[in-house]
């Protein structure tokens, strides 16, 4: 199994910082490995959505369903995928700090097949991505570009 966790401050409210993080169709601004991503569930973000994404990883194109599995809104999304190479359950939580939020992504991976075999690798892989996604997120919501 890969897993990680990363954190970082964001000099915006837990309430905007949540908001860009509930909203799928905004992760190609900052997830280097978004391609694409839709709602397929009507209505308000919230326990049970679902959502189709698309990524690139290790130069695959992967093609997801996601689903909202913990909510608490301005506070806590947990998401679980299908589909894919294997399946992947993650977590963003928010918490007021001073001067901003504190965010902290949380991911876990069961890799199967081929993907077994670099699962270490894969662990790795994913926090330093997770680490540069956030990075780039802090930026643009401190320069008010999300």
Known sequence: MASGSVST????????VFAVLADVRLNTRWAS?????ELLTPGPVGLGMVAHEVSRLMGRTIDVRSEIVAFEQDRLLGYLTSGGPFPFRGTFATEPVDGGTR????FEARPDGLFRIADGLLGIMAGRQLTRDLASLKQLMEAGQL
């Open 9 to 16: 401050v964001i000099r915006r409210s837990p309430e905007d």
């Open 103 to 106: 965010l902290t992504a949380t």
């Open 33 to 37: 490995a978004s391609v694409s991503g």
